[in-house]
């Protein structure tokens, strides 16, 4: 995902469409995700024949729809975010909440893909025990896969079942280390393609066993989630598990937020969107945060932006979403953005962001 986001950040396009909704993984429910999806292709050919030349809207259109009808339903997550330009043509789904729109910009709307990256917490699950392990994916509450070959693992040779070597502690735990080694091996193996950080699941000894031999142990959640859950189906297991992380990326963003107020009271802090936009292109942002469901149109002339009202979204020169500009600007700068829920940003309006000096 972080490819393809630098891939569609890097377009700079007259008209790159984007078309962002939700959707249920339900199948009684696709004819309604397929009947949005006429729906705001519709409205962007309406919006596409008020800018563009006839002749230039029927191709982008024509573009759109092509694209559409590649968009397989029973493959839903939450969501679907359709990317067409003149030369690129590109849909994903996405495990998250969006809100509907149409954006028609000279660069694509990326702001979701930043949102999960940067906001929704992607990591697996290793449910084991002495004798068998599992590996899930997750995005938050969401089961994204349960992995095959080399999973499940089975303990199928390292155990004994001498009565005397049964009796010496030190075989049997040099016999399960090396199992968990085995595990480790293999869940990192993954990992090298797909990294990203691993919940423990197993009997609270278990756990502290198998960080003996972890390898990467700094990329394991401090918590575990305890108890044998080997016999449960992927679903539960994740909601479960949703439970023990979300506890700790709880604290994590109420640290991130500490920030922000501490920024305050030394006075590196800003709120207003243009001291924002100018500090970014002085290099003196160090992070930005910003309410994930914050959307504003706005104008930028001589560099200076200028919010405009949401009847005037579609007129040209105007862009659909500034804070999706000011977010792009951040990041190109080295600068972090940090996405906090709704609410959690009241008292700064919605946006703030932490100077360098």
Request: charged share 30%; aromatic share 10%; proline share 3%.
């Amino acid at each position: 995902m972080n490819h393809l986001l630098k891939e569609l950040k890097d377009v700079i396009s007259d008209c790159c469409i984007t078309v962002i909704m939700n959707t249920h993984r339900n199948k009684q429910q696709y004819d309604l995700d397929r009947l949005q999806l006429r729906k705001l292709i519709s409205e962007a050919e309406n919006r596409l024949f008020q800018c563009e030349s006839e002749e230039r809207a029927r191709f982008m259109s024509k573009r759109l729809k092509d694209l559409a009808a590649q968009v397989h339903f029973d493959k839903n997550l939450d969501c679907l975010i359709l990317f067409v330009s003149e030369n690129v043509s590109k849909f994903m789904h996405l495990p998250m909440q969006v809100e509907n729109r149409v954006v028609i910009d000279s660069s694509f709307a990326t702001r979701d893909l930043v949102r999960v990256l940067h906001m929704k917490t992607n990591y697996y699950v290793l449910v084991f025990s002495e004798y068998k392990a599992r590996l899930l994916e997750a995005f938050d509450e969401t089961l994204i896969k349960e992995y095959g070959n080399p999973f499940p693992i089975e303990n199928s040779d390292l155990y004994s079942s001498d009565t005397n070597e049964l009796k010496n502690a030190n075989r049997q735990q040099h016999l399960l280390l090396e199992f968990y080694n085995r595990i480790d091996k293999a869940v990192n193996e993954i990992r090298n393609n797909n990294p990203k950080p691993v919940l423990l699941c197993s009997q609270l000894m278990n756990c502290a066993e198998y960080m003996k031999v972890a390898d990467l142990k700094e990329t394991i959640f401090p918590d575990y989630m305890k108890g044998n859950k080997l016999y449960l189906d992927s679903n539960t297991i994740i909601r479960e598990a949703w439970q023990v992380v979300r506890k700790q990326q709880f604290e994590k963003n109420r640290l991130r937020k500490h920030e922000l107020e501490e920024a305050l009271a030394s006075g590196q802090y800003m709120s207003d969107a243009n001291e924002i936009w100018h500090a970014t292109s002085e290099g003196r942002i160090r992070t930005v945060f910003i309410e994930e469901n914050l959307f504003r149109p706005a104008r930028i002339d001589n560099n200076t932006i200028t919010f405009v009202p949401e009847e005037d979204r579609n007129k040209p020169g105007v862009f659909d979403d500034i804070y999706d500009e000011i977010i792009e600007a951040t990041m190109n700068s080295g600068a972090e953005v940090v996405f906090l829920p709704k609410g959690e940003l009241t008292e700064f309006n919605g946006i703030g962001a932490v100077t360098r000096f």
